[in-house]
Every structure is written in structure tokens, then in C-alpha cells.
């Protein structure tokens, strides 16, 4: 608004200024700058509105040449894979007793406070749910746990929770992946882990069919939420209605598992469908963007990342050519991003959540095999999978050690450039610490796969940290807002993985081999151990084979 008493002076010089300088009018000012807007737009957000059937990403040769280079500094020391070493296990079960003691602080609170919710507030004592009703977030994500560290009277009060207050029948949204993976995966694990108790089948079965409203999108691929009393999909609200890639993929060993265990091949045959698809689609050297639309099966948007809504769908093969880069000074080897697909300029920015990947390398290097036992027979690429693996894995403990509270922050950045003091970087958005489990779970796997004790020292490291700063003195742990202040300011919140994940991690590095050993289970990406089945029936045999990947 224009004041003409107290702007005119100033008005008529800005006049003369516009005159002399702007020689267009003011519609044609405005004319040039929404056109360079919109090129701006359309450049900035290429990968975003694109359809994928449109963008044909221009695929680069592979270059091994840089590969090589990257990777031939790679820690082969021997040492690392020797047998395993004698270690003083009166003290690691010591130390396997303070996780128990951990974890026995963590449920009390939950008890006392929030028994029955989904999820737990600490610092407020109360308690939340994913929907209208709780689900059993919390309690059915700990029941395995409660299980392998033996805690009799918790595991009972939980189980008669399960037996006489879980209903599924919940008019309201919960995320299809999330619940797959916690309570379905938990029940299935609670399962096998006690004996066969029936009650967490009929209770998975019962949820094993609600999920499947989810599946009821033109191309078969879930859609991101499900309503569970109505059995009917959701499409997400965002994204152009697409599915997280991880999360629609990484819904196979609690699907057929549970056509394992009910005969009933309709899960199985879902479940695998979303692969058939992803099968079929275009990637970039394996690689593929985070979103995937239930409604005509393609990749949605560019962004490629073994964080946030990529993690748990990855093979390696594109990842070790395209993503692995090395920070300034020191070396560290990490997973980086890539903004668009077919794009080769590695953003240094690392999720915590990239942390499971040193022990996922390390799984499928060794097939769960002790290296000792295989190294004879292992060809060069798992090799450089297993190195990979141990170097990522450090990385991530230095995630831990190169801040104040020995913790590590959600997301870190890398620093690229050969005068740089420091490898790692915190912005000041990024340092808040949820719990999470990924690192623990690579050095539990590391630990049980080479015998290498540093991966239990490390671990033990974290732990005293973790008890240190993350503890609530009147019970629960919670979640911090940033691991480079002392003290942390907390956050409220103690994540159901801190039970199902994050301790139970803990409790079997301290602990001995064969308490759920690794050539015979395999934990989904939950921290829920099922136990490696060899399909009898005709019906999964004949499925078997007509699986691609
Ligand atoms: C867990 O819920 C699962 O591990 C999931 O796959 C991703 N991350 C969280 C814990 O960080």
C-alpha cells in the first residue's frame, strides 16, 4: 500500500530509477519472470513429474575401473577372519545381563504407563495409538524378545494381552508395511519361538487376511495403508498416491511363511506378485527409485537411496557401482544418495538407516556361514561384499564415536573435499538419535559371522552411551533431539524397535552363538527371527520354481 504523503520524494526518484533502467513494461517484466520460474520448475523437479514410462534414464556404462579404485583400499587384513577367538565370557554375559536389565527398565515403563497402547511416551507417561485402538505395537513387537532373554512373567502378562484384548477389527488406517513387519512378523516369531503356540497363528492368520485388502490396486502392488475392519486398501495421501519401493517389497517372509504354516497360498501368491512386477521394470544397474504406484506398477519420482523408503528393498550390484564413495581425510567408506535416476553424482549423505547394509553384505557374502568355514570357497565378488561390509560397519561406529554423546545422529553428510579436517558432518536438523537399531544389528552379525571381538567392544561402547544419555530414570528409554549437546534435550518417545530391534541386537552380541543361530534363522526387518524352511507341499514347490529372482 502506497502512503502518497509520506513516500512521494521517494516515489518520484524510484519513478526516474525505472524509467532510466526498465525499459519493458511492467507486463513484460512479469511475463519473463514466469517463464524463467517455470524452467526453473520444470529443471529442478524433472525426476518428480516425469512418469517413468516417458523418462527413459540414459543407463551409463558401468565404469569398474572407478570401482576398483574405490574399493581396492578395502581392510582385507586376515586377522579378521580367524577362527573364533577366546574371549572372557563372564564378562560378555555380565554384559548380556545389563541389556536385560535395560530392557526389563524399558517394559516396566511401558507398563506402568501405557500398557495396552501402541506406543510409549516416557517423559509424559502416557501412552499412543497408530489408529483408533491399539494394534499390540508395542507388546507383539516384544514378544520374541521376551522370549530369547527368557523374562517368564512379562512374557506371560504379554501373551494374556494377546489372547484376551487384541482385535484387529480397527476402523482406521495403519500403514500396511509397518504392521506387516512388527505385529504380523512378531506373531509369526512368537510363534515358532514358543513352541507352536496356536494362539499367534490364529491371531496372524486373522491379520494375514485384513492385509490383504491392501493388495486390491489395478497392478496387484500394495497400496501404502490398509483399514482393517473394512479390509480395504489406501492409497497414501502424498507422492501421487505411491508406495514406499522398501516398504511394498519387503512384505515376502511374513506373507509366505504364513502360507508355510496355514496352507494357504493366497499370501504367497500377493506377496510374490509385487516382485513379478518390480521384476519387469526398468532400473538403473539394479538400482530403482523410493516410490513404486500401486496403480500402474512403475517407479514414481527419481530419487535413488539405501536410506528413508529404500533401505530394506536393496541388492548390492548397483549399489557397490554406483552409490560407495569415500570421505576426506580419513577414508570412510559410505552408501550416498543419487537425486535422480540415471543420475551419477553422488550426494555424500547417509542415513542411519544405510547402517544394516554392513551386516546385510556380510549375510549374503557367507550365506550366515561362519567366514572361517567358507573362506575357501568364497569368489572375489563376496569377498569385496564381505569387506565392504566390515568397512561400512565402521563407518557407522564412527557415526557413534565422532560425537559428544557417543551417539549417532538419523542422517550424516560426508566430507569431499581433500582439505577437509573432518569426515563427518551433523546439520543441525539431522542430529536427533531415535533408537535406532541398524548399526547394533551389523556389528551382531559382523561379531557372529567373523568372530572379530572388536565388533562386541564396539557394541558395548554404544550400549554405555545409549544408558547414559537415553535412559528415563522412572523407567522407559526415549529418543533424543541431538547427540552433539551435552546433556541431549529428550524427545518423549521410545520407538517399539528399541524392544523388538535395537536391545535384542544388543542381548545376542554379548551372547552366546547359538542362541538363534544365523544358518538357521533369518530375522526380518524387524529383528523378528523366523526359522529357514525348506517348503514340503506341492503347492510351494510348484511356486518355487516359477520364481525369477
Ligand atoms: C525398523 O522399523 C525396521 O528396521 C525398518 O525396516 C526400518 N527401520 C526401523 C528401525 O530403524
Same mark, same amino acid.
Given at each position: 500500500?502506497?502512503?502518497?504523503?509520506?513516500? +512521494?520524494?521517494?516515489?518520484?526518484?524510484?519513478?526516474?530509477?525505472?524509467?532510466?533502467?526498465?525499459?519493458?513494461?511492467?507486463?513484460?517484466?512479469?511475463?519473463?519472470?514466469?517463464?524463467?520460474?517455470?524452467?526453473?520448475?520444470?529443471?529442478?523437479?524433472?525426476?518428480?513429474?516425469?512418469?517413468?514410462?516417458?523418462?527413459?534414464?540414459?543407463?551409463?556404462?558401468?565404469?569398474?575401473?572407478? !570401482?576398483?579404485?574405490?574399493?581396492?583400499?578395502?581392510?582385507?587384513?586376515?586377522?579378521?577372519?580367524?577362527?573364533? &577367538?577366546?574371549?572372557?565370557?563372564?564378562?560378555?554375559?555380565?554384559?548380556?545381563?545389563?541389556? +536385560?536389565?535395560?530392557?526389563?527398565?524399558?517394559?516396566?515403563?511401558?507398563?506402568?504407563?501405557?500398557?495396552?497402547?501402541?506406543?510409549?511416551?516416557?517423559?509424559?507417561?502416557?501412552?499412543?495409538?497408530?489408529?483408533? !485402538?491399539?494394534?499390540?505395537? %508395542?507388546?507383539?513387537?516384544?514378544?520374541?524378545?521376551?522370549?530369547?532373554?527368557?523374562?517368564?512373567?512379562?512374557?506371560?502378562?504379554?501373551?494374556?494381552?494377546?489372547?484376551?484384548?487384541?482385535?484387529?477389527?480397527?476402523?482406521?488406517?495403519?500403514?500396511?508395511?509397518?504392521? !506387516?513387519?512388527?505385529?504380523?512378523?512378531?506373531?509369526?516369531?512368537?510363534?515358532?519361538?514358543?513352541?507352536?503356540?496356536?494362539?499367534?497363528?490364529?491371531?496372524? @492368520?486373522?491379520?494375514?487376511?485384513?492385509?490383504?485388502?491392501?493388495?486390491? $490396486?489395478?497392478?496387484?502392488?500394495?497400496?501404502?495403508?490398509?483399514?482393517?475392519?473394512?479390509?480395504?486398501?489406501?492409497?497414501?495421501?502424498?507422492?501421487?498416491?505411491?508406495?514406499? %519401493?522398501?516398504?511394498? !517389497? %519387503?512384505?515376502?517372509?511374513?506373507?509366505?511363511?504364513?502360507?508355510?504354516?496355514?496352507?494357504?497360498?493366497?499370501?504367497?501368491?500377493?506377496?510374490?506378485?509385487?516382485?513379478?512386477?518390480?521384476?519387469?521394470? +526398468?532400473?538403473?544397474?539394479?538400482?530403482?527409485?523410493?516410490?513404486?504406484?500401486?496403480?500402474?506398477?512403475?517407479?514414481?519420482?527419481?530419487?535413488?537411496?539405501?536410506?528413508?523408503?529404500?533401505?530394506?528393498?536393496?541388492?548390492?550390484?548397483?549399489?557397490?557401482?554406483?552409490?560407495?564413495?569415500?570421505?576426506?581425510?580419513?577414508?570412510?567408506?559410505?552408501?550416498?544418495?543419487?537425486?535422480?535416476?540415471?543420475?551419477?553424482?553422488?550426494?555424500?549423505?547417509?542415513?542411519?538407516?544405510?547402517?544394516?547394509?554392513?551386516?546385510?553384505?556380510?549375510?549374503?557374502?557367507?550365506?550366515?556361514?561362519?567366514?572361517?568355514?567358507? &573362506?575357501?570357497?568364497?569368489?572375489?565378488?563376496?569377498?569385496?561384499?564381505?569387506?565392504?561390509? +566390515?568397512?561400512?560397519?565402521?563407518?557407522?561406529?564412527?557415526?557413534?564415536? $565422532?560425537?559428544?554423546?557417543?551417539?549417532?545422529?538419523?542422517?550424516?553428510?560426508?566430507?569431499?573435499?581433500?582439505?577437509?579436517?573432518?569426515?563427518?558432518?551433523?546439520?543441525?536438523?539431522?542430529?536427533?538419535?531415535?533408537?535406532?537399531?541398524?548399526?547394533?544389528?551389523?556389528?551382531? @552379525?559382523?561379531?557372529?559371522?567373523?568372530?572379530?571381538?572388536?565388533?562386541?567392544?564396539?557394541?558395548?561402547? @554404544?550400549?554405555?552411551?545409549?544408558?547414559?544419555? =537415553?535412559?528415563?530414570?522412572?523407567?522407559?528409554?526415549?529418543?533424543?533431539?541431538?547427540? %552433539?549437546?551435552?546433556?541431549?534435550?529428550?524427545?518423549?518417545?521410545?520407538?517399539?524397535?528399541?524392544?523388538?530391534?535395537?536391545?535384542?541386537?544388543?542381548?545376542?552380541?554379548?551372547?552366546?552363538?547359538?542362541?538363534?543361530?544365523?544358518?538357521?534363522?533369518?530375522?526380518? =526387518?524387524?529383528?523378528?527371527?523366523?526359522?529357514?524352511?525348506?517348503?514340503?507341499?506341492?503347492?510351494?514347490?510348484?511356486?518355487?520354481?516359477?520364481?525369477?529372482?
Amino acid at each position: 500500500y502506497d502512503n502518497g504523503k509520506t513516500y +512521494k520524494s521517494r516515489r518520484s526518484f524510484i519513478k526516474k530509477l525505472y524509467k532510466k533502467y526498465m525499459p519493458f513494461s511492467r507486463a513484460r517484466w512479469l511475463f519473463i519472470i514466469i517463464i524463467f520460474g517455470a524452467l526453473y520448475f520444470v529443471f529442478v523437479s524433472k525426476y518428480i513429474f516425469f512418469e517413468q514410462s516417458d523418462f527413459q534414464p540414459p543407463i551409463k556404462e558401468v565404469n569398474n575401473e572407478d !570401482t576398483k579404485f574405490l574399493l581396492e583400499d578395502l581392510n582385507t587384513d586376515p586377522s579378521l577372519d580367524s577362527p573364533i &577367538q577366546v574371549h572372557n565370557d563372564q564378562t560378555w554375559s555380565e554384559r548380556q545381563m545389563e541389556v +536385560k536389565k535395560a530392557f526389563k527398565h524399558a517394559w516396566g515403563g511401558y507398563v506402568r504407563d501405557a500398557w495396552g497402547y501402541d506406543e510409549y511416551h516416557p517423559l509424559s507417561h502416557s501412552g499412543s495409538n497408530l489408529s483408533n !485402538t491399539g494394534i499390540g505395537f %508395542t507388546i507383539v513387537d516384544s514378544l520374541d524378545t521376551l522370549l530369547i532373554m527368557d523374562l517368564k512373567e512379562e512374557y506371560e502378562h504379554a501373551r494374556d494381552w494377546v489372547a484376551n484384548s487384541l482385535d484387529f477389527n480397527v476402523d482406521g488406517d495403519v500403514n500396511v508395511f509397518e504392521t !506387516t513387519i512388527r505385529v504380523l512378523g512378531g506373531l509369526l516369531s512368537a510363534y515358532h519361538l514358543s513352541g507352536n503356540d496356536g494362539l499367534y497363528l490364529a491371531k496372524a @492368520i486373522d491379520l494375514g487376511d485384513r492385509l490383504l485388502g491392501a493388495f486390491s $490396486s489395478p497392478t496387484g502392488i500394495p497400496y501404502a495403508s490398509v483399514n482393517l475392519a473394512r479390509r480395504e486398501g489406501i492409497r497414501a495421501h502424498f507422492n501421487g498416491g505411491a508406495s514406499s %519401493t522398501s516398504e511394498a !517389497t %519387503t512384505l515376502q517372509l511374513e506373507f509366505k511363511y504364513l502360507s508355510h504354516l496355514s496352507d494357504n497360498y493366497e499370501y504367497w501368491d500377493k506377496s510374490q506378485n509385487i516382485m513379478l512386477v518390480v521384476d519387469e521394470l +526398468k532400473k538403473y544397474d539394479g538400482l530403482v527409485p523410493i516410490f513404486l504406484s500401486p496403480n500402474d506398477g512403475q517407479f514414481w519420482g527419481g530419487k535413488i537411496t539405501l536410506g528413508a523408503r529404500g533401505d530394506s528393498y536393496y541388492a548390492i550390484k548397483g549399489v557397490k557401482t554406483h552409490l560407495i564413495d569415500r570421505s576426506y581425510p580419513s577414508g570412510l567408506l559410505y552408501i550416498g544418495e543419487l537425486a535422480g535416476f540415471g543420475d551419477d553424482v553422488i550426494s555424500p549423505k547417509m542415513d542411519h538407516l544405510v547402517c544394516f547394509m554392513g551386516g546385510n553384505l556380510a549375510l549374503g557374502a557367507t550365506r550366515g556361514r561362519k567366514v572361517h568355514d567358507v &573362506q575357501k570357497n568364497m569368489s572375489d565378488n563376496d569377498l569385496e561384499d564381505l569387506n565392504i561390509g +566390515k568397512e561400512l560397519a565402521k563407518t557407522c561406529v564412527e557415526m557413534y564415536f $565422532s560425537t559428544t554423546t557417543g551417539l549417532a545422529p538419523e542422517i550424516v553428510y560426508f566430507s569431499t573435499s581433500d582439505d577437509a579436517t573432518t569426515d563427518i558432518i551433523i546439520k543441525s536438523l539431522d542430529g536427533h538419535n531415535l533408537l535406532r537399531p541398524e548399526t547394533v544389528e551389523s556389528l551382531f @552379525i559382523l561379531w557372529r559371522l567373523t568372530g572379530d571381538i572388536q565388533y562386541r567392544h564396539w557394541g558395548w561402547e @554404544i550400549f554405555q552411551a545409549f544408558e547414559k544419555y =537415553t535412559k528415563v530414570k522412572e523407567g522407559g528409554y526415549t529418543s533424543l533431539d541431538d547427540v %552433539t549437546v551435552v546433556p541431549p534435550r529428550q524427545r518423549d518417545k521410545m520407538e517399539t524397535f528399541w524392544l523388538a530391534e535395537t536391545l535384542k541386537y544388543f542381548y545376542l552380541l554379548f551372547g552366546p552363538d547359538d542362541l538363534i543361530p544365523l544358518d538357521k534363522y533369518v530375522f526380518n =526387518t524387524e529383528a523378528h527371527p523366523l526359522p529357514i524352511f525348506s517348503p514340503t507341499s506341492e503347492n510351494a514347490q510348484a511356486r518355487i520354481k516359477k520364481m525369477r529372482y
